[in-house]
Structure formats: structure tokens, C-alpha cells
């Protein structure tokens, strides 16, 4: 007492005495939420995870982050029809964000510098055959040989790639790039016998000592259907023409191609024919624009190059130079129904481009194994009724494009891998989904997407360049900026900033936020402020 | 121009920090040693305006005179929760005053600093509207008409909250207070000229004045730092929502602010020696409305049978507010 000025009796103290977390009976918590990229990515890439390294400029680490998942990005960057970006949240604000465009400058940045994968895990002892050299099977390959299997892929045709080298036309997907990625594939470890048809499975597998199999043959047999022709109507099907393509002579179709079906294939070999020179170009589909299962980007750019559609139109007869055609209606039901009016339409040649069928011939008589519907069924580990023979992309039930054969390949080298090590391959449970709602877009400056430069409708109808061009250093990095990172926090700060009560730790750069519970009142404005939806209120503990 | 060629840090500068920024170029807020000069345990309620503006304010402010600051506090909410005595939450020097005469012990502060020649040491005079625009006005005009070397902060929460939300000249028309009740043919609070004191800072021909929120930190930060730039009477008129006397949730504070900038209602800009020098242009334009219906004190206006000619008067007000500060820049034409 005796030493305190006139009038003072108390030491002075601080608040910190004052536990004011006491008052609380909501309180913050950091979360990651599943970004709706990732969830509709069929390869089950770590979309926003790869675009955050890209966002600083470490585009090495945004293409290993990448590959982890995805061994083929500069593929992907070409043909993937982006599922993420119909579904992006950015997509509520101005535009999505061009997920493609990144992923394939990475891609091409990877070849450009030659990166290679990391090194795989240690060696298992194990010998897996690969049946197919497709995206599904070099998918396989690469995440088998990652998880330190030997790895020997089996492939039938003459050179690798499957569907991506003999159904997808170079204009869409110069052959270097999938060459360049194919090798690095190799390169990692995995075996190519090329020219090596497998007739039986079970002998292949005894024969060359194999632990297990993973079948990816695809379905490259032309569906036909019955049409009532003349003697010299010229009928071909699509994927033999997508095929001949890659050989040295060229399909002659004619100055008249009619291409009969309403899928990617169908517009994929009505884009060839103009390039090799026809002058009148159409598809004939039985239904309308709406019901057309192709994608739209590729529908879009027919059209741009002068392909003419038909819809609502069944073919019931090919002449020689001509083709007779019915008018169909959609019922109700949306299907369509003839109609009984009938046109004819001039046709140099008829291209089928009905779907695929797979070659089932390398699985007579394996015990257990189930066929329907020409495919082959699996089960939710990807294993056949066969024990230790799997299988998937084209050749089983599911949507046909490359990135589900590639996400096919992931998820059937994971349960290999746990069927050869005698264990069960959980995945890891999914965050919760992070809706447009969560996020505080004030925060995102307004920033519209770049477009890829599109090549000349005109030379687009002459040869066979790639349509889409790429973007270049600047504008890729301009364009990862604009990932809005929904649920997972990229430090912005904004929690340790707008909290009135300091109450917010921040542990530095890469280590993130910590809320301190002695001072939190719950007051919530972390979490509204949070622009991206990586922080929640949960009730306290009664 | 199809696309923004150059510097694009996916938040652009609207968020605290940036991961992609210079540490430098972030603001004192996202720092790990700012001054914090309000600790944690004040007694403000949850989701606080005021603890978060002054903190906002002073750390920008210790900042910019390297911790060499001095303040002086009127009586009023932002007193009572930092200082139960013998508890402070105040890491400066800082003395409090009577309610009307912070401006008046600022001045006197800042004169014992020039006699002892310690002109390192700048002052800084705080309170909330009611001290400010209301009882101690007269200190703080004199303040302003003898140019005293120092920065005096209003933190606008619109009434008396402190005492149980009585009205002050601050209190916008058809706010409901404890004093203007919702009820009667005229519910709420008067139309009127109010007092606006920003304009009448600049009045005075000061060095600077301005107005900020607490929605926007870059905003706040750059004008506080701005203001110790300059000699003499300086002014900050900051709006910080008050959750418990506004009737908004807690977690809505910064929102509630930044909707008051976005329609228009509170202006915010920046004036040197009596002239307006620039305006925060609103980025997204919004009907007043979007910022009346979240708080309980204009719900009678949202009643079965909404007051859409107090709603239109008040959207005048903003529209006024737009055009005289210029709040809405002018399209280029491409």
C-alpha cells in the first residue's frame, strides 16, 4: 500500500484475467469441406489443391499434387469434357473458373521441362497384368507401379493409347503430347508389350506368373443396326474410321458424308469428314439438341466448322447416292416416334455412329466371371466375380469418356493393392460439400475467365491442327488466381483480422488459424466473414 | 482489353491478408506483431463494432508512430468494457475523461508534449457519437478551430448504447431507440437534418478528415495511417455496427457495415483543408432496404403493411449521399 501513488490501493491488471469464453454457447471451428470440383471430377483429382500451388507459382508442385491422382494432365487439358466446371462455385459469381486450361498448361509445362514422377513406394514383390493400353489400363499401371507393384501391360493394337490415339482425332489431341505422356509412364517403371493380344486371360496370367489382373480392353466394336440398303450404298462405322485415320490411308468417304447417331463419336467423325474434304457434312439423330448425349463444347465447334445437324430423323433406307429419311416426333415421354413423312437427302456415304460394343473374347470360360448386357460386371472394389481379375473404363457399366476410364484405373490399382496385400481398401470419409452459400464472395474481386484461343473456323475445316489452343504463363496464373479455394482456408488472414475479441491465433505461414476458447465469445464473425467457407459454428457442449 | 493483364492476387486487396502479397503490402491487421491494442477479456458484447474499429484505428495508429502514441478516451461504451477497474485492456498510454471533454485532455496532452519538446509523441482523442456530436461537440470544435496537433476518432454506433440505446444526433431517421419508440403515427425517429460531423470538421478547414467502416480494413488502415502524416486537428469518423442496439446478429457486424457503404447511406470518403479529396466507390449498388431488414430497430417498417414512404425517403437520403460524394464511379466506356 505504502508505495502506490496518493489514492491507488489495486496493482493495475489486466483484462486478460477475464476468461470471457465463458459466455459462449456457439463456437468457431476450422473444417476443410469437400470444393464441388473435386467432388465431380471422375478422376478424383485434388482440383483445388494442385490450383493452390498454381495460384503462387509453383506450377511443379501444382503438376505433382496433380499426378498424385491424374497421371495424363496434358491429355486431360485437351479431352476431358470438365464435369468441375459445370458444377463451380465461381460459376455464380461470373464464370467458372478454367480448370481445363490450367490443367493443361501444367501439363504441357511438365513435358516442356521433363519432369518426372516421384519415385515409387517400395517394391511388393508383386506382378500385376495390365490388359489394354487405354486410359484406363496406363492409369492402373501408373498407380500400381506408384504403390510398388511390377506392372506389365498387355496391349493389342500396334501403339499405345488406346480410344485416345485411335477413337479421338488429332485435332482434339495432337499424338506428341500423348506420346510424350506415355513414355513418362514407361519411364516410371512399367512394362509395354505392344501387338500382344491376350485370347485367354487365365492362361496369361499363369504363363507370365501374374499376382493379378486389371482388364481395360475397352469397346471399339461399331454398333450396327439394321438399315435396308442397295447393293452400292457405302455404310461404314464410325470407329473404323476414327481408326483408319491413324493408319497411311485415308478413309474415302466422299464429297456427301451422312453420320448417323447423336454422340461424341458421331460428331468427332463428322468433324474428320470435313477436314478430309467433304462438302456437305450432316448428322441425322433420331431425337433433339436437348436430348443429345454429346457435350455441348463439341457440338458448339461442329457446328462453327460448318457441320449440318438433323434432328428428329431416322435413316429406314440407303441407296447409292441417296438416303431416305423419316420424320420422327417425341412422345411425351421423350421418346421419339415416327411420324410417316418421309424426305430424301443426297449421301455420298453413311457413317454409323451408334456406340461401341466390347470385345469379349479373352474371357471365355473364366469361372465366376459375369456378363450382361455385352459388359462386364464388377463389383464396388472393381474385382470381377473372378477373384483377383478387375476391371474398368469402357469395357464395364459407366459413363464412356477418358477421364472415368482414368479415375477407373485409380480406384481399381487401390484395390488391387489391398487385395494383393491381403487387406481392404477403405477411402478415406469425405468432407462435407461446400455450397455457393458458405462462401463470402464480397471478398473476390471481380475477375472474368480467359478464353482459350480458338483456331480459325476455316482452317479448322482443312486440316487436321489442334482447335484449342493453350494459355501461356500469365494467363494461367491469372486464371488459378481465380479459384475461390471453397472450404479449405489459403490463409487470407480474415478470421484473425475481423475478430473483436483477438481471440483468433494466427501459427504462421503454412500452419494456419487457431481460435483461443478462453476469449472466443462465439460471436460468429469468423465464420461469416471466412470467404471460403472453411470455418463453422457448432453448439458448445451442454 | 479482354482480361486484366497484370497483378491479380485472387482476393485481390479486399481480404486482411494475402498469402501471394509482400509482407509489406498486407495489412496491420494480418501482421503476427501488431499492437493489439485492445487485449482480449474487454467486456464488449459479442460481435462488437467499436472493440473492432478501435483496434482496427489504434493498431494502424501505433503502427504509423511507432508505438508512440498517447490516447485520451470519453466516457462511453469503448471506456466502460476496456476498464473495469482494476482490470485494463489498453496496451498504450491511455486516459480517460469526463463524457464531453476527451477533445478538450487531448489538446491539453498534445500542449505538455510541445512544451517538453516531445514532438515524436502524437495523441490521439477517442469517443463514440454521443460524446462526439453530441456533449462534447464544443470541445471538439475549439480542438478544431486552434488546429491542435492531434487525431480525434469517432466511433459511430448511432445512439447512446452504453446508458440502454437513447438517442443521439447520430441516430438516423426511423431508427427505433429507448427515447423513439415504434409506436404512434410517426414511429421511430424524426426526419431531420441529424449531424452529420465529418461535414462539420470540414467546416473547419482541418488538415484532414474522413470516414471509414469496418467492413473495409484497407480503407480504414490507409486514412488512419494518412492522418498522422499531417500536423494539427485531424479527424476519423468510423461506423461500427452495434449488434445489441441494432437488433443485428452478432456474426452480421461487418456485413451490417459494409451494406451501409453499398447503399449509399453512409459515405465514405476523405477531405484535406476543407475539400472532399476522394470517395470509396461502392462496388455492387443495393437498395436500402437490404440494409434496413436485417435490423430489429427498422423492423416497424417492415411490419404487415410495409412504410414505403419512410423506405423511400430513406433510399432518397442514400441517393443524395451517392451523388454529392460521388460513391458510384462512372462506367468507361470501353
Redesign the interface.
Known amino acids: 500500500m505504502r508505495d502506490k501513488p496518493f489514492a491507488i490501493t489495486l496493482d493495475p491488471g489486466s483484462s486478460l484475467a477475464n476468461h470471457t469464453g465463458s459466455w459462449r454457447t456457439m463456437k468457431p471451428v476450422y473444417l476443410d469441406r469437400l470444393p464441388p470440383c473435386n467432388a465431380g471430377c471422375p478422376a478424383g483429382e485434388n482440383i483445388q489443391g494442385w490450383l493452390f500451388h498454381a495460384e503462387s507459382g509453383d506450377y511443379e508442385q501444382a503438376w505433382r499434387v496433380l499426378t498424385l491422382d491424374n497421371p495424363l494432365p496434358a491429355i486431360m487439358g485437351r479431352v476431358c469434357y470438365h464435369p468441375c466446371e459445370d458444377v463451380c462455385n465461381r460459376g455464380h459469381l461470373d464464370s467458372a473458373v478454367g480448370i481445363n486450361s490450367v490443367e493443361r498448361f501444367l501439363g504441357d509445362e511438365a513435358i516442356r521441362h521433363g519432369w518426372k514422377f516421384d519415385e515409387p513406394a517400395a517394391t511388393s514383390g508383386k506382378k500385376v497384368l495390365v490388359v489394354g493400353a487405354g486410359p484406363s489400363g496406363l492409369s492402373a499401371a501408373y498407380h500400381l507401379a506408384r504403390l510398388g507393384h511390377r506392372v506389365e501391360i498387355h496391349e493389342a493394337g500396334p501403339l499405345s493409347g488406346g480410344m485416345m490415339r485411335f477413337g479421338i482425332p488429332k485435332y482434339r489431341l495432337p499424338r506428341q503430347v500423348l506420346d510424350a505422356e506415355v513414355a513418362r509412364i514407361l519411364d516410371f517403371g512399367v512394362t509395354l508389350k505392344l501387338d500382344t493380344r491376350v485370347t485367354n486371360i487365365e492362361d496369361s496370367m499363369r504363363s507370365g506368373n501374374f499376382d493379378a489382373a486389371f482388364l481395360a480392353v475397352g469397346a471399339h466394336i461399331g454398333k450396327r443396326a439394321f438399315i435396308p440398303a442397295g447393293d452400292a450404298a457405302r455404310i461404314m462405322d464410325a470407329v473404323s474410321v476414327l481408326r483408319s485415320m491413324e493408319g497411311e490411308e485415308r478413309p474415302q468417304l466422299g464429297r456427301r458424308v451422312v453420320v448417323y447417331g447423336g454422340g461424341n463419336t458421331a460428331l468427332d467423325v463428322a468433324r474428320t469428314a470435313r477436314r478430309l474434304g467433304a462438302t456437305e457434312t450432316i448428322i441425322v439423330y433420331r431425337r433433339t439438341r436437348e436430348k443429345m448425349p454429346a457435350h455441348n463444347t463439341e457440338v458448339e465447334e461442329a457446328l462453327q466448322e460448318g457441320v449440318m445437324i438433323k434432328w428428329l430423323s431416322t435413316i429406314i433406307h440407303a441407296g447409292e447416292h441417296d438416303l431416305t429419311i423419316e420424320k420422327m416426333v417425341l412422345d411425351e415421354k421423350g421418346y421419339p416416334q415416327p411420324t410417316g413423312e418421309f424426305e430424301t437427302m443426297a449421301a455420298d456415304s453413311l457413317v454409323l455412329a451408334l456406340g461401341q460394343d466390347v470385345d469379349l473374347s479373352l474371357l471365355q470360360n473364366v469361372a465366376g466371371l459375369e456378363i450382361k448386357d455385352g459388359m462386364v460386371q464388377i463389383d464396388g472394389n472393381m474385382m470381377t466375380g473372378h477373384p483377383g481379375i478387375f476391371a474398368g473404363g469402357d469395357m464395364v457399366p459407366s459413363e464412356r469418356t477418358v477421364t472415368m476410364g482414368v479415375g477407373h484405373g485409380k480406384k481399381a490399382a487401390r484395390h488391387i493393392d489391398a487385395w494383393l496385400r491381403h487387406r481392404s481398401y477403405v477411402p478415406a470419409a469425405k468432407h462435407e460439400p461446400v455450397t455457393f452459400d458458405m462462401l463470402n464472395p464480397w471478398y473476390y474481386s471481380d475477375a472474368p475467365k480467359i478464353m482459350r484461343p480458338v483456331l480459325d473456323a476455316i482452317r479448322r475445316q482443312s486440316g487436321f491442327e489442334e482447335v484449342q489452343g493453350g494459355l501461356d504463363e500469365n494467363n494461367a496464373l491469372f486464371e488459378a488466381r481465380r479459384c475461390l479455394s471453397c472450404g479449405n482456408c489459403f490463409e487470407c488472414d480474415n478470421c484473425y483480422g475481423v475478430c473483436p475479441d483477438n481471440s483468433v491465433i494466427k501459427l504462421g505461414h503454412g500452419k494456419r488459424f487457431q481460435i483461443n476458447y478462453d476469449y472466443c465469445k462465439g460471436c460468429g464473425i469468423c465464420v461469416a466473414e471466412c470467404p471460403c467457407g472453411a470455418i463453422k459454428m457448432v453448439p458448445e457442449d451442454a | 482489353m479482354?482480361?486484366?493483364?497484370v497483378k491479380?492476387?485472387?482476393?485481390?486487396?479486399?481480404?486482411?491478408?494475402?498469402?501471394?502479397l509482400k509482407p509489406e503490402d498486407?495489412?496491420v491487421?494480418?501482421h503476427?506483431d501488431r499492437s493489439?491494442a485492445?487485449?482480449?477479456?474487454?467486456?464488449?458484447c459479442?460481435?462488437?463494432?467499436e472493440?473492432?474499429g478501435a483496434?482496427y484505428a489504434l493498431d494502424a495508429a501505433m503502427e504509423a508512430t511507432k508505438s508512440q502514441l498517447i490516447a485520451a478516451n470519453a466516457t462511453g461504451c469503448l471506456e466502460v468494457f476496456?476498464t473495469p477497474?482494476?482490470?485494463?485492456?489498453w496496451q498504450l498510454p491511455w486516459m480517460h475523461s469526463l463524457f464531453g471533454n476527451a477533445a478538450a485532455v487531448a489538446t491539453g496532452i498534445a500542449a505538455a508534449l510541445k512544451v517538453k519538446g516531445r514532438n515524436e509523441i502524437r495523441v490521439i482523442a477517442q469517443g463514440g457519437d454521443g460524446g462526439t456530436t453530441d456533449i462534447g461537440l464544443g470541445c471538439l470544435s475549439g480542438m478544431f478551430e486552434r488546429n491542435d496537433d492531434v487525431l480525434y476518432i469517432c466511433y459511430d454506433n448511432e445512439a447512446y448504447m452504453n446508458t440502454g440505446v437513447q438517442r443521439s444526433s447520430a441516430t438516423p431517421p426511423a431508427a427505433r431507440t429507448a427515447t423513439t419508440m415504434p409506436v404512434g403515427p410517426n414511429p421511430g425517429n424524426p426526419f431531420g437534418q441529424g449531424k452529420f460531423v465529418p461535414a462539420i470538421a470540414m467546416a473547419h478547414e482541418i488538415p484532414y478528415v474522413a470516414t471509414a467502416t469496418v467492413a473495409d480494413?484497407h480503407d480504414l488502415e490507409a486514412k488512419v495511417k494518412r492522418a498522422m502524416e499531417f500536423r494539427g486537428a485531424r479527424y476519423i469518423h468510423i461506423f461500427v455496427p452495434c449488434?445489441l442496439g441494432w437488433g443485428t446478429?452478432?456474426?452480421?457486424?461487418?456485413?451490417i457495415a459494409?451494406l451501409a457503404h453499398e447503399t449509399g447511406l453512409f459515405p465514405i470518403f476523405e477531405a484535406e483543408h476543407g475539400l472532399q479529396v476522394s470517395a470509396l466507390p461502392i462496388?455492387k449498388q443495393l437498395p436500402v432496404e437490404e440494409y434496413l431488414k436485417p435490423q430489429k430497430r427498422f423492423a416497424h417498417l417492415f411490419g404487415a403493411k410495409p412504410e414505403l414512404e419512410v423506405i423511400a425517403r430513406i433510399q432518397a437520403r442514400a441517393d443524395r449521399n451517392i451523388r454529392k460524394y460521388g460513391l458510384v464511379k462512372q462506367q468507361e466506356t470501353p
Open positions: 479482354p482480361f486484366q493483364p491479380f492476387y485472387q482476393t485481390g486487396t479486399f481480404t486482411v491478408g494475402n498469402r501471394l498486407r495489412s491487421q494480418s503476427r493489439n485492445i487485449n482480449s477479456g474487454h467486456r464488449a459479442q460481435g462488437c463494432g472493440a473492432l483496434r476496456t477497474y482494476p482490470e485494463t485492456s480494413l449488434p446478429a452478432s456474426h452480421d457486424t461487418i456485413r459494409r462496388r
